[in-house]
């Protein structure tokens, strides 16, 4: 073993000799180049299109801008908080439900995940806001829009606990049976705790997908930071920077809460269980 | 209302819909696929500056919401004097998305490899080219078979962000929208079709690529 | 008489990782036909020398002669080289993707250019040589360790290597496939392949070396005849080492 430990990224090439260095040299030379002639360019397009000018972003300077916009993202907070926490409590029901031995429970468990799984959140979000009034059914903006997001989480989160409790060793269900405890107490006590656990990197990465739904928001009119957005456009006639503002704040957030997620994995030795890394269906 | 008459009053719009979906999903992931080789590619050279724009497309693609960059792309970009058809700017959209988390599928599936069969390849003589077109690239496209299904699914599920713009023909959660807006009595029945097709075709496409990936699957 | 060119040939090497001095001032011959084993405590560098051979680990300073030829240091060259010196790695890395005779075949076809049915037949000898032929359309997943070992010595045999590296073949395999894997290399030594064996195996080293390198903290400490070697050795370092091993 050598003493020190390489990434994939770097173990494709090797340790470079004189002919190879310097032509990687003159590449990264070359690239250096064509990357500050495209950020240049996108500079050049600002300029030439008026979007630099001082009057576009003054407004970031007002701290009452900055307050709308903290607003904004507090509405977002709510909802993906609530809506995160609906789907922790749905997820586990339905993983529950699914391995829960029963047949027509499993079946009927594993149609509402896949459904959610399956069926776009815009589309969910409609249906509370568009098919559900037609029946008499009136909800708040805030329940129209962390309803359906709960709901497309609460499907890729039942997978999610799944994928956990599978994780956890086949001896600690043993062990648990032959001490004389229920199957259902056995899942509850013993399993659950450890498979939550082994999930938390994976929770919090779904975070993430939670937060990005949340966006849709401005559909039913919710005050959350795309739809204060679109309130201090109409306000600052700066439909831009805006936009461009608030893009880097979600991205930052995600990137955040990313980081944060591979963080707990690393440090748990938990993987993170995505979407991408489990099977389709 | 019910199905038949639905069907009667939306039934070739609801094909329409469904034919602009998919082929929406299709030209969308073909492209993405492609732009993720390439990110891939730059973000494993040894090109300093290349690692840093591929490594940063990819931070920023996978953690904006599909409806803001929908949305700069729309409304935003035209601004800057780039003004896009309807349907392209939903294009350019999921694209940009899909090949973020097209990037990161394979670069996991690189990581997989491990630095021991990259040694080995170098020992036995094999150069740079040769051990990234028998050894690496192989094995990084088979192990990316089951995350590049469910970018598949999640793809045509981005597609549905086609009902933010005014597109023509729309396509299924757009069409939705539209018929439940105009009508005000129909209750959820256009909202379970285009649901069921959604479903129908995420399984379908789950299925296949359960199949594949147990062909080409490389057990470690 | 004049001296023959060694196979292998270091001067002066020397290599850092970081504040690390892991490879000082070594120099080690290699001759046609020799069985070096190299021997000492963890991170005495002894893996990290072996791998610079065929570089796998690059040098600060110093010389690598290959049959008296300075290693090249990229591309085609040093391509060519590595295909002429056969290595086998402690976790065996057998391509996953790969059938075991494609593992085999895959060099002798991509750098030597075989006819794929020569590459096969030649393979499958080489497989039966190490006692896995019936193996031969399994994947490496479906061996075991000791199998797998045997396959990658299979592996860098097909290449008709000038000599052997061995980077602790059989620190990865469990007790009771170690034998397997010590049998083939015995054989090797007696049919005269030229080896470097970085190794744990001290009857190994015994029976089959022609000499023992002891290395501690990156230096050789003392080099000799495994008898002058284990029954008398001159530094303190290797008593020490060999009284640690025996001790248990």
Redesign the interface.
């Known amino acids: 073993?050598?003493?020190?430990t390489v990434s994939m990224r770097d173990a494709l090439y090797?340790?470079?000799?004189?002919?190879?260095r310097r032509r990687t040299r003159i590449v990264t030379a070359v690239s250096l180049v064509l990357v500050a002639v495209g950020v240049g360019f996108v500079v050049r397009q600002f300029y030439i299109t008026g979007q630099l000018d001082a009057k576009y972003w003054s407004f970031f300077l007002r701290p009452s801008t900055w307050l709308y916009i903290a607003g904004g993202f507090l509405g977002t907070l709510r909802v993906a908080a609530v809506a995160g926490a609906i789907a922790l409590v749905l997820g586990i029901l339905l993983m529950l439900a699914r391995t829960s031995g029963v047949k027509p429970l499993a079946a009927i468990a594993r149609v509402i995940t896949d459904f959610f799984r399956g069926v776009p959140s815009l589309l969910l979000i409609y249906f509370f806001y568009l098919a559900l009034p037609q029946y008499g059914l009136r909800i708040s903006a805030f329940w129209m829009i962390t309803l359906p997001v709960a709901l497309a989480a609460s499907g890729v989160l039942a997978e999610v606990f799944r994928a956990g409790v599978n994780a956890v060793p086949r001896g600690q269900t043993e062990a648990a049976l032959s001490i004389g405890l229920t199957p259902g107490k056995t899942m509850i006590k013993i399993v659950l705790p450890q498979a939550l656990r082994i999930v938390v990197p994976s929770l919090i990465s779904q975070l993430v997908v939670v937060v990005k739904d949340t966006t849709v928001a401005y559909v039913v009119s919710y005050p959350d930071l795309m739809q204060n957005a679109r309130v201090l456009i109409t306000n600052n006639d700066a439909l831009v920077q805006v936009y461009f503002v608030v893009a880097i704040l979600y991205v930052l957030v995600n990137f955040a809460i990313n980081q944060l997620s591979i963080y707990m994995a690393r440090r748990s030795g938990n993987p993170i269980i995505s979407r991408a890394t489990e099977n389709p269906t | 209302m019910d199905y038949a008459g639905l069907f009667a009053a939306y039934g070739d719009k609801y094909l329409l819909a469904v034919f602009e979906t998919l082929s929406m999903t299709a030209v969308c992931f073909a492209i993405a696929m492609v732009l993720s080789v390439l990110i891939t590619v730059m973000r494993v050279s040894p090109i300093k500056p290349l690692r840093l724009v591929g490594d940063l497309y990819v931070q920023v693609f996978r953690n904006i919401p599909g409806v803001a960059l929908l949305i700069i792309v729309a409304y935003a970009l035209p601004y800057l004097k780039v003004t896009l058809p309807w349907k392209t700017c939903v294009e350019v959209a999921v694209v940009l998305l899909a090949s973020a988390f097209g990037s990161e599928n394979f670069m996991t599936g690189i990581n997989a490899?491990?630095v021991?069969?990259i040694?080995?390849?170098?020992?036995?003589?094999?150069?740079f080219t040769?051990t990234m077109t028998?050894?690496v690239i192989?094995?990084a496209l088979?192990s990316a078979v089951l995350p590049m299904t469910n970018l598949l699914i999640a793809t045509m599920l981005t597609t549905a962000l086609g009902s933010q713009v005014p597109l023509n023909p729309q396509e299924l959660t757009g069409l939705v929208s539209y018929i439940t807006t105009r009508e005000t009595a129909i209750g959820i029945l256009p909202f379970t079709v285009s649901a069921v097709v959604y479903a129908g075709f995420s399984v379908l496409m789950g299925l296949a690529g359960n199949a594949i990936d147990k062909r080409v699957r490389?057990?470690? | 008489m004049p001296t023959q060119t060694p196979v292998i040939e270091m001067r002066h090497v020397d290599k850092h990782?970081g504040p690390?001095h892991?490879l000082q001032d070594i120099n080690l011959s290699v001759d046609k036909g020799e069985v070096v084993v190299l021997i000492g405590p963890s991170?005495s560098g002894k893996?990290?020398l072996c791998?610079t051979i065929?570089?796998?680990?690059?040098i600060d300073s110093g010389e690598i002669l290959i049959e008296g030829e300075p290693l090249?240091?990229?591309?085609?060259q040093?391509?060519?080289?590595?295909?002429?010196?056969?290595?086998v790695?402690?976790?065996?890395?057998?391509?996953?993707?790969k059938t075991i005779l494609d593992n085999v075949t895959?060099?002798p076809r991509?750098?030597l250019k075989t006819p794929k049915d020569v590459a096969e037949r030649e393979a499958m000898e080489l497989l039966a040589r190490v006692g896995v032929e019936a193996q031969a359309h399994k994947?490496p997943?479906?061996l075991s360790g000791g199998q797998q070992q045997r396959v990658?010595i299979a592996?860098?045999l097909a290449?008709h290597p000038k000599a052997m590296l061995f980077d602790e073949p059989t620190s990865a395999l469990d007790p009771e496939m170690i034998n397997e894997v010590l049998e083939v290399m015995v054989e090797l030594a007696r049919e005269g392949m030229t080896m470097v064996v970085v190794t744990h195996e001290m009857n190994f080293a015994r029976r089959v070396s022609n000499r023992v390198v002891f290395m501690a903290d990156g230096q050789i400490v003392e080099e000799g005849t495994p008898d002058e070697f284990f029954d008398h050795p001159k530094s303190l370092r290797a008593k020490d080492f060999l009284d640690s091993i025996r001790g248990h």
Do not use: C, D, W
Request: glycine letters at 10%; proline letters at 5%; aromatic letters at 4%.
């Open positions: 073993m050598s003493a020190h090797e340790e470079p000799g004189p002919k190879t | 490899i491990g021991g069969q040694e080995a390849a170098r020992s036995i003589g094999l150069t040769q028998k050894i192989p094995q088979r490389v057990i470690r | 990782y690390l892991v991170g893996s990290t791998r065929n570089r796998l680990e690059t090249p240091q990229e591309g085609k040093l391509a060519q080289m590595r295909a002429e010196i056969g290595m790695f402690q976790s065996f890395n057998l391509f996953a993707h895959l060099g991509e750098v994947v997943a479906q990658a592996r860098s290449m």
